[in-house]
């Protein structure tokens, strides 16, 4: 389905498609660049909560 979507997108024009996925798991990430995503960019999120 990942691939169609993006394929599809491709096809109707888009620049680029991007995927955000989860580093944590390394089977859909292996999955994703056998179907031709590869990775450019690690993202850390960090919440900060205010003290009492």
Do not use: C, H, K
């Amino acid at each position: 389905m990942t691939a169609a979507a993006a394929r599809w997108a491709l096809d109707a024009g888009a620049a680029e498609v991007v995927l955000f996925t989860d580093l944590a798991n390394p089977v859909s990430n292996a999955i994703y660049q056998r179907i031709g995503f590869e990775p450019v960019a690690d993202l850390v999120r960090i919440d900060f909560v205010a003290a009492p």
